[in-house]
């Protein structure tokens, strides 16, 4: 809860300051059957041009905590009831809902799976765009329709000049991502947040998605927070990696740290359930049972009743994990991470893949 202590990453790893900090928050709803605890004091830092992805099963809190970043929860029945969320020096948790606006769009801009739910459908996307652009700058609607036009070319909408009249429903599936990339991008957002962008798309759509967003975030140097279950896409993508499990970040490291050390039996899960081209799909290994409750989370670790590395230790079932502190920016919320070692090379040997997710 509130109370607990939170892994904090050493000062001297890194000399910039972060640009987003989220510490400690705590959102949850109230619905009939009970107070859903969905993020239960979740941390994490976004630092200028990096990806951070926040990987986890669904249910996990991930869409919640970006939620509660844009002052998007719906209070009631939602509530944050702690937790600070520092932008650029600024906690948004203390902002008014005008001047949270002024952020959304501005500093901080998002794009969701499904671009229908962000485009007007009785708008041409280019007179979206320009809107996004006259609403934070005072620049004339020639100018902001050369900077769309400009905008959609970076993203790759072939003919932009002809597709700027063009309405929502006249551009395909991927291309409304790229315009929706477009409109996150027209203000230089500082922090982009992408929640499960391309999970709509064909795969050939999202590998070009993914281009386009890597190129955005390149040419504006946006953090990026990227929410994914697609650890393919998290080992493309990112920098350094979150992974939540019942509304809780239970690791934290870089790709390669995730990927080649995992220090958690649940990202271990997650990694050998990944399906590769090179292995057969029977080898996978699903973790097993179901995501937890949210309204009543299991005693001690909430992953102990799916967990192999515990087989059944008292201390999981009794005593809650902190998010142990192994080194700049990298937390285990296991009492047995120094077991993850042992776990991984077991893994490996049942089921003759090697845990990686990405050669680079
Ligand atoms: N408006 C709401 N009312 C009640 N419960 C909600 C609401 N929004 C989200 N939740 C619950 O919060 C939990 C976390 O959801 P979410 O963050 O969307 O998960 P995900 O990791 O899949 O993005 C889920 O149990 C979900 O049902
Ligand atoms: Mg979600």
């Given at each position: ?90 906690d948004l948790l203390q902002l008014s809902s005008r001047e949270l606006r002024q952020v959304r769009g501005k500093d901080v801009a998002m794009i969701f799976q499904d671009p ?114 697609d650890l393919g896409v998290v080992a493309e993508m990112a920098d350094r990696v979150v992974v939540m499990y019942g509304g809780r970040v239970v690791e934290t490291g870089t ?38 409750s949210l309204i009543n989370l299991p005693s001690g670790c909430a992953f102990h009743p799916r967990c192999h590395l515990g087989r059944g230790r008292s201390r999981c079932r ?43």
């Open positions: 809860m509130g109370s607990e202590p939170q892994f904090v990453d050493a000062p001297s790893a890194r000399d910039v300051q972060p640009l987003l900090s989220v510490r400690d928050l705590v959102t949850e709803f109230k619905t009939g059957d009970g107070v859903v605890h969905a993020v239960d004091g979740v941390s994490y830092e976004v630092y200028p041009g990096e990806t951070l992805g926040v990987v986890g099963e669904s249910g996990s809190g991930k869409s919640v905590t970006v939620m509660s970043i844009l002052g998007l929860i719906p209070q009631p029945p939602g509530r944050i009831a702690n937790g600070e969320i520092i932008l650029d020096g600024q229908m739910t962000s485009l007007n459908p009785v708008l041409s996307v280019g007179d979206q765009l320009a809107e996004a652009i006259l609403v934070h700058e005072d620049v004339s609607e020639d100018v902001a329709r050369k900077r769309v036009v400009e905008l959609l070319e970076l993203v790759g909408v072939p003919n932009a000049d002809q597709r700027f009249d063009q309405y929502p429903h006249e551009y395909s599936g991927g291309m409304r991502q790229r315009a929706m990339i477009a409109m996150a991008m027209a203000n230089r957002p500082k922090l982009l947040i992408a929640d499960e962008p391309t999970t709509a798309l064909d795969v050939t759509i999202q590998a070009q998605v993914l281009e386009v967003l890597q190129a955005a975030k390149e040419e504006t140097n946006a953090g990026v927070i990227l929410i994914t279950h790709v390669d740290e995730i990927f080649h050390s995992p220090k958690h039996p649940y990202t271990l899960g997650l990694l050998s359930s990944l399906p590769r081209p090179d292995q057969d799909l029977e080898r996978l290994v699903p973790i097993p049972g179901q995501p937890p009794t005593e809650e994990p902190a998010l142990y502190d192994l080194g700049p920016m990298r937390g285990s919320r296991c009492h047995f991470h120094e077991e993850m070692a042992r776990e991984v090379a077991e893994v490996e040997k049942a089921t003759g893949a090697r845990i990686e997710g990405s050669e680079a």
